[in-house]
């Protein structure tokens, strides 16, 4: 019966299929073999991917340098040859001394013969003047009147700015001045009716005579013509006595400071229409060609015929107007400059020029600032002294001096003047 029953129990475990607690237990125990056997595999897997991962890498990333190229440098001599020296100059030749035969005298015999023959009497200004074309023909402003006797700049004549009436050294280009003494005759004898001082209605009338007998020297005998010559590129007088005329014309101690006139001459060469301006105590005359071109005299009206056609409206450091002339045509001119004082005291006198149809800069009284007349370029104590009243008087203008040299040369010979 017990035997049956364990049979029965056996074969109903079986048909239920349930373990038995001890091989419950038995079944739940985990051994090394076990986990060796469920280990190995993954990790031999992962080994593997991480071998071949790092081995792709290297073949993305890393590129074998290239193999450096091998340089070969070769030595090569190289032989430099041997310059040779020059050869030595050849030795002078020896100096042969000549004896220069003595002088002897020959007897010529008399070829004398007494021929009478007849000679004109022939002036220099009577000569036709040849106009020769100037090297230095060239200008040196913007202006069209510019004639430059110095093109390189500056005052040819240096630092120096002689004075007031004159520079005691000639340039090319010069006005050569001479004074002149009403009161006495030639030798310097007293001059019949003419006072020391004073002298009046006669002055203008000698003046007139000066320039009807064509302003010659030889024509010239009432009066003394004085020594000394003064060369004038500009005509600027400030305010002076009297007696600086004589004194910078190294006079003083030969005549008194009245009666008296200066005659400037040469030759102006513009290069387009223009007119002078200016004023004079007690005389300026300004003569083109031999014709007055401006009386800018003291007095209210011209003693020689000229017509002021302009009202006088712009005051000068003179405490007189300013006076305009008449147009001159462009053109190389025979020129002169008369200036004088008559009853003596002070002097004042300046020039001026305007070119037409141009526009200057205009002062506080509406006046053109006008440039100076010069036949050269000013040095800085020319500029210096036509600034002297403050009066506003351009210094940069047109030069319009001859720039020829046989100018100034013809003018000396026509005045009797010794040519340097």
């Known amino acids: 019966m017990k035997n049956e029953l364990e049979e029965h129990e056996g074969l109903e475990e079986e048909e239920s299929g349930f373990m038995g ?3 419950l237990m038995e079944a739940r125990k985990i051994t090394f073999a076990d986990i060796k056997e469920h280990l190995t595999g993954p990790v031999i897997s992962t080994v593997i991917h991480i071998v071949l991962l790092a081995f792709l890498g290297t073949i993305i990333v890393f590129k074998a340098p290239e193999k450096a190229k091998e340089i070969t440098v070769a030595m090569k001599k190289i032989e430099i040859p041997e310059i040779e020296p020059p050869p030595p100059p050849p030795e002078p030749p020896e100096q042969v001394e000549v004896e220069t035969p003595t002088d002897t005298p020959i007897e010529r015999p008399n070829m004398d013969v007494d021929v009478e023959v007849p000679v004109e009497d022939i002036k220099l200004s ?16 913007n202006s069209a009147l510019s004639l430059p006797v110095n093109p390189g700049g500056g005052s040819r004549r240096g630092g120096g700015g002689g004075n007031a009436f004159g520079n005691g050294t000639s340039i090319a280009g010069d006005l050569v001045g001479i004074m002149y003494d009403l009161k006495v005759t030639p030798e310097g004898t007293p001059r019949d009716g003419v006072p020391a001082i004073g002298y009046s209605t006669g002055y203008w ?7 009807d007998a064509g302003m010659e020297v030889p024509t010239i005998k009432p009066w003394k013509q004085m020594p000394k010559k003064m060369y004038l590129s500009h005509l600027y007088i400030p305010n002076l006595n009297a007696s600086e005329g004589p004194e910078q014309f190294g006079l003083a101690d030969q005549m008194k400071a009245c009666a008296f006139f200066v005659h400037y ?9 223009f007119r002078f301006a200016g004023i004079g105590d007690d005389l300026l005359l ?4 031999g014709k007055i071109v401006l009386d ?6 011209s003693h020689f015929g000229f017509t002021r056609s302009e009202p006088e409206l712009y005051d000068t450091y003179t405490k007189k107007k300013m006076i305009f002339g008449t147009w001159v045509k462009p053109g190389k001119h025979k020129f002169d400059i008369i200036y004088g004082e008559r009853p003596g005291g002070k002097i004042a006198a300046f020039l ?19 440039p100076i007349f010069t036949t050269a370029i000013l040095n800085d104590e020319e500029k210096a002294r036509v600034a002297s009243e403050r009066w506003t008087i351009k210094t940069d203008g047109p030069v319009m001096g001859s720039a020829s040299k046989l100018d100034i040369e013809k003018e000396k010979e026509i005045k009797g003047l010794e040519i340097e």
């Open 21 to 23: 607690y001890e091989e």
């Open 265 to 273: 001459s040469g030759f102006i060469n513009p290069t387009t229409e």
């Open 126 to 141: 009577t000569l036709t003047e040849i106009d020769l074309p100037s090297i230095l023909n060239m200008k040196v402003s």
């Open 286 to 289: 300004i003569l083109v060609d």
């Open 205 to 211: 009338k000698d003046i007139q005579d000066f320039m």
């Open 296 to 301: 800018a005299s003291w007095s209210r009206s």
């Open 352 to 370: 001026l020029i305007q070119e037409k149809n141009k526009v200057y800069e205009k002062g506080g009284d509406g006046r053109p600032l006008l």
